[in-house]
């Protein structure tokens, strides 16, 4: 690994000192009287479109610069106290000082930059789709709502999924390193006012973590004015049981240092009933059925807190510090399962309940600190350090009572867990980019530190409390990742290519003490990416990107330990796991910058997964999460999105794909079952502006999956139909929003999983089904774009949810 290492800093120093164009604008701002303005806001627009590029602000002196503009047509623009000048048109091919922008004493109010549109816009990129939303009707819901309605994202049990694998979160070119449920909470709290676009990178480039599949970038705004603003919101969600979320947010900017910091309280309880029918097979068929009715009811809490600050050191330097929080100092789960046991002709031969309790407390912690330097020859040099620390505590006490069928009591079995984690990621990370004449080219390495403890103590319960050494461990796994990349790409009037490289060499340990045994892994794996993007005219285009992917084992996966819900029912970690690689393939075509057909095919090798076993001589059900022998996957996904009228835009998905998976048949004879499967997926969503001012909008969704697959299981089909109003008030200082969701009441699946001699299925019924009703208020000059950050570690993302 040295010498790629030595190799990298060698060439990054070679880079500095290399030459290429760009340019820089200066001028002051005067009123009509030739009075200097200082502080004026001062806006670089493109001449085609009038969507900003960059944007300053004047000095005292009202002087000011604009540097780093690529060759190109563009407006300049200024503004001061609601009162804007004229567009200056320039054609910026060598640095240039304009002179003087007037604003005019009597010059009309600037309301904003860029006029609201009613429609989002979708473009294609060589290597990427990108969802422009900033200013359009669905930048007034939350950044969770946005994602769930990019093109080609959909919701999977929580999880955001592209082409049926989970996508990967990252906001601006950085990985949110959270679990599914924690990403929900982030983005729940994250006003969607915040984002300018979201790009979905089915093939991400070799800048980006080898380990994962498809990415979400979210592109933040830029701050431009100074000042200072805030906003408070709340929510309110009622499904089974009421849900609440408060928060605030807080922006101050000065022309050096940049400071945001946001709270966010949610108190909730949820409800989950899930209907379990497992049947235990024998030489003659069914012998037993077990059918569960299992009730759900989890109480928590979360504080959810950040903090940014960004400091100008001088034009060519900066300096960023983020520190994000989630913390649940209390998290209760009461569960209750009352299980019926019938023979093979439905006779009933026995009862058993078991209620169980667990109290938890989790907390996710991290901080990030980035330097920028931009050199003068339009290269960019980043450097970035990290630290999470995660730590979780969980105590679980069950009961379970056994009954004949006459209702007889027979015995009672009772344990009681205690369960501790500690998580802690160290990541240092160097990326650089240059522009050597018309080639892009972008180099970086990065190095990540993981370490985690896991410790599990089982007790029964049945005569005083007894420590049970054989259920309990203490597992220690340590990670060690060295990476480095290289990448470029060139753009000609037709064409545009870029192809990268990463190599990641990795060393990791696991260590159970219980059980004295130690998995030791190293490999060194490369990452080849290509894209070419060919537009054949202004209506048509064709693109082609191949890349190579990794996934890694989530931390809690790899523990040997058991989870019991009852003696019957349990899940476990797999220490023998190993990282899965895919290749992935894509065809696009594009139709006017509004018809997008994409054609995929992705090789997912040894995919990792969650199965569920049954042990039929024994009659045990279990979870475990192995290495698949094969998975690959293939489809086709049709976008369109286009204004009707003024007032109506209309956004289609429809993805037909087909999923298979061939994985080892633990508990029965054969060695190796497949599970394949046919689908496909609509989603229709109107986009109506039902006000003449513009400040009433609403939303009608319709969203239909003719089936999934998870790993041993068929899911079966789902429907979920949705409405939303938002109506802005008081010049959009405040907004309040009524969202329906699951109208209709079918977007709760069922699962079955049946082959050889496995035959179980679950019926999850969650609260899907609700409404929320939400208020938020502006303070101060909310005009203000924020530079609100979250820290993305792709390493961060592997620490387990709930």
Not at 24 to 42: H, K, N
Not at 147 to 176: C, H, S
Not at 536 to 544: D, P, R, V
Not at 768 to 780: A, D, E
Request: glycine letters at 6%; hydrophobic letters at 35%.
């Amino acid at each position: 690994m040295r010498p790629l290492l030595l190799f990298f800093l060698a060439f990054l120093g070679y880079c500095q000192i290399a030459h290429s164009q760009s340019y820089q604008l200066t001028g002051t701002v005067r009123d009509d009287l030739g009075e200097t303005i200082p502080f004026a806001s001062v806006f670089l627009l493109q001449a085609t479109d009038s969507v900003m590029v960059k944007g300053t602000s004047a000095d005292e002196l009202g002087i000011f610069l604009i540097a780093d503009i690529d060759p190109g047509l563009y407006i300049v623009q200024c503004s001061y106290i609601g009162k804007t000048s004229q567009g200056l048109p320039l054609d910026i091919r060598s640095d240039i000082k304009i002179g003087a922008l007037i604003i005019p004493e009597q010059a009309e109010q600037l309301d904003e930059v860029v006029v609201m549109s009613a429609r989002p816009k979708v473009e294609r990129k060589v290597d990427r789709l990108v969802f422009n939303v900033e200013n359009t009707v669905l930048s007034q819901s939350t950044s969770w709502d946005i994602l769930k309605q990019t093109p080609g994202v959909i919701l999977m049990q929580d999880e955001l999924q592209i082409r049926n694998q989970p996508a990967v979160v990252y906001i601006n070119d950085r990985k949110v390193q959270l679990s599914p449920s924690e990403v929900r909470n982030l983005l729940e709290n994250y006003q969607g006012q915040n984002i300018k676009s979201v790009e979905v990178i089915n093939n991400p480039p070799a800048k980006y973590d080898a380990e994962g599949g498809a990415v979400l970038n979210i592109i933040t705004n830029k701050n431009i004015s100074l000042g200072y603003k805030g906003n408070i919101s709340t929510n309110y969600t009622q499904g089974i049981f009421p849900k609440y979320n408060f928060g605030t947010s807080h922006f101050y900017k000065t022309d050096k240092l940049n400071i945001n910091a946001s709270y966010a309280y949610a108190p909730r309880k949820d409800f989950k009933n899930v209907q379990n029918r497992t049947n235990f097979i024998d030489d003659t068929g069914i012998f037993s059925r077990w059918d569960t009715d299992f009730d759900k009811t989890n109480r928590f809490e979360t504080h959810i807190g950040g903090l940014t600050l960004d400091y100008t050191i001088n034009e060519r330097n900066e300096l960023n510090i983020t520190t994000n929080m989630q913390l649940s100092p209390k998290r209760e789960y009461d569960n209750f399962q009352n299980t019926f046991i019938t023979n093979g002709i439905g006779v009933l031969d026995s009862t058993f309940t078991t209620a169980s309790f667990l109290d938890e407390s989790k907390n996710n912690i991290s901080g990030d600190v980035t330097y920028k330097h931009t050199f003068k020859e339009n290269g960019t040099l980043m450097v970035n350090g990290h630290y999470t620390a995660f730590d979780l505590n969980r105590t679980q006490s069950a009961s379970s009572n056994y009954f004949l069928p006459s209702g007889d009591f027979i015995r009672n079995y009772s344990f009681f867990t205690d369960a501790v984690q500690d998580i802690e990621i160290i990541t240092a990370q160097v990326d650089y980019s240059k522009l050597f004449g018309s080639v892009s080219f972008e180099t970086g390495a990065k190095a990540s530190l993981i370490n985690s403890d896991s410790r599990l103590q089982f007790f029964t319960e049945n005569n005083g409390r007894v420590f049970v050494p054989g259920l309990s461990d203490n597992y220690l796994y340590d990670e060690r990742v060295y990476a480095g990349y290289i990448s470029a790409s060139k753009d000609w009037e037709k064409w545009s290519i870029k192809a990268g490289l990463r190599a990641e060499h990795t060393q990791s340990s696991g260590n159970s003490l219980a059980l004295s045994t130690v998995n030791d892994l190293e490999y060194f794996e490369l990452f080849p990416s290509f894209y070419v993007l060919h537009t054949i005219n202004e209506n048509h285009s064709l693109a082609f990107d191949y890349s190579r992917k990794l996934k890694r084992p989530r931390y809690e996966d790899l523990n040997p330990f058991r989870t019991f819900i009852n003696e019957n029912v349990f899940a476990e970690g797999n220490p023998n796991l190993v990282p899965h690689f895919s290749n992935n393939f894509n065809l696009n075509y594009t139709l006017n910058q509004e018809f997008f057909f994409d054609f995929y095919y992705r090789n997912n090798g040894n995919f990792i997964s969650l199965y569920t076993f049954q042990d039929n001589e024994n009659q045990i059900l279990r979870d475990v999460t192995f290495n698949a022998l094969k998975s690959n996957s293939y489809g086709f996904d049709f976008n369109y999105g286009k204004s009707i009228t003024n007032n109506w835009y209309l956004y289609g998905y429809i993805s037909i794909f087909h999923e298979e998976e061939t994985f080892l048949a633990l508990e029965s004879d054969a060695f190796s079952a497949t599970n394949s499967i046919n689908g496909y997926y609509i989603d229709v969503t109107n986009y109506l502006t039902l006000s003449k001012d513009g400040t009433l909008k609403g939303e009608l969704g319709l969203a239909y999956l003719s089936g999934f697959l998870l790993a041993s299981f068929d899911m079966t089909e789902t429907t979920n139909l949705t409405m939303g109003l938002q109506k802005s008030l008081w010049n959009k200082r405040a907004e309040i929003s009524l969202n329906f969701n699951d109208i209709l009441g079918k977007a709760n699946p069922s699962f079955t999983s049946r082959y050889l001699n496995q035959d179980n299925s679950y019926s999850p019924f969650e609260e899907l089904q609700n409404v929320r009703l939400s208020f938020t208020y502006n303070f101060g000059n909310f005009r203000l774009e924020d530079n609100k950050r979250q820290i993305e570690k792709a390493e961060r993302d592997r620490i387990g949810s709930e």
